[in-house]
């Protein structure tokens, strides 16, 4: 999978043990290697792709799905304020290349996820959400709400969630100084965009343009975060340190670990080793 500046995703499946021509066998409609297309008329949809996309699989119904998750965000450009740029998660329930035609994607395929009902709507309109979010071929999409707000890093999916980053420029009153902007760090969940904690985002405090989200682990607990400061300890007195319960727990690192939003506990997989005799 790859995305382009002209608003496209594309897909090559790689025929193993295969060569010259029969190596790549392009996905798309009538096999023209485009997996998703979401550019329009206009510059307000002059959507690009600048970074590589996030790909995980998720179980819908009992059926395995890859998700091909990928923000929009026009980096060459980072002030402009034209472009409504999006954040996707495409769904396929085509894992490998198969007879059928497998299409192309549009932003008319997917469920447009950006008001959160299933978290803020009436009953009809949780259960509507619902009926969409359990498709396997389509998936969502969130408009960015801020002027000019732009996805500009890789997005990462850890945990059933997706982290992605964004930017939106500012103006400073001050002509004399530059305006650093506003950076959120977005976590919502891959099976149906709703927060993982109170809300989708909050805002960071980067001081340049956002960096790709990263995992950093330390023994059994795995740090999943979009802005370095998100790493600093909890301190006591700043209202979020670890229940007091934690200090005479079975696990008390796992009880902090499970009351910090950013942080999952992921115990070391024992290793296994073997010999291939001849």
């Given at each position: ?7 496209q ?29 979401i ?5 307000a949809?002059?959507r690009r ?12 119904n ?33 894992l ?5 035609n ?43 709400a ?37 950076s ?29 989200p ?7 607990a795995c ?47 024992p ?8």
């Amino acid at each position: 999978f790859v995305g382009d500046m002209g608003g496209q995703v594309w897909r090559f499946h790689i025929n193993n043990g295969e060569t010259g021509a029969a190596l790549i066998t392009p996905a798309g409609n009538g096999n023209n290697g485009v997996f998703a297309d979401i550019g329009g008329a206009g510059e307000a949809n002059a959507r690009r792709f600048y970074h590589e996309p996030e790909m995980a699989l998720i179980t819908i119904n009992g059926s395995t799905v890859l998700t091909v998750n990928i923000g929009s965000g026009y980096r060459g450009h980072p002030l402009n304020k034209v472009i409504q740029d999006r954040f996707y998660s495409f769904r396929t329930d085509k894992l490998v290349k198969g007879s059928a035609n497998e299409g192309t994607f549009t932003e008319s395929s997917l469920y447009d996820a950006t008001a959160n009902l299933l978290q803020t709507g009436t009953a009809a309109e949780q259960a509507s959400a619902e009926t969409n979010f359990n498709g396997v071929n389509g998936g969502w999409y969130i408009r960015m709400a801020g002027e000019g707000e732009k996805v500009l890093a890789r997005a990462l999916v850890a945990n059933g969630a997706v982290l992605f980053s964004t930017y939106e420029p500012r103006s400073n009153p001050n002509s004399c100084k530059a305006s650093l902007g506003i950076s959120r760090a977005y976590s919502v969940k891959l099976r149906n965009a709703t927060a993982v904690t109170d809300t989708r985002f909050v805002e960071t405090n980067a001081t340049s343009l956002p960096s790709n989200p990263q995992i950093y682990c330390a023994g059994d607990a795995c740090w999943v975060y979009h802005d370095p400061s998100q790493l600093v300890p909890l301190t006591p007195g700043d209202g979020n340190e670890p229940p007091e319960a934690c200090e005479t727990s079975a696990n008390p690192d796992k009880c902090r670990c499970d009351a910090n939003p950013n942080c999952i506990w992921m115990p070391v997989t024992p290793r296994l080793y073997w010999i291939d005799e001849e």
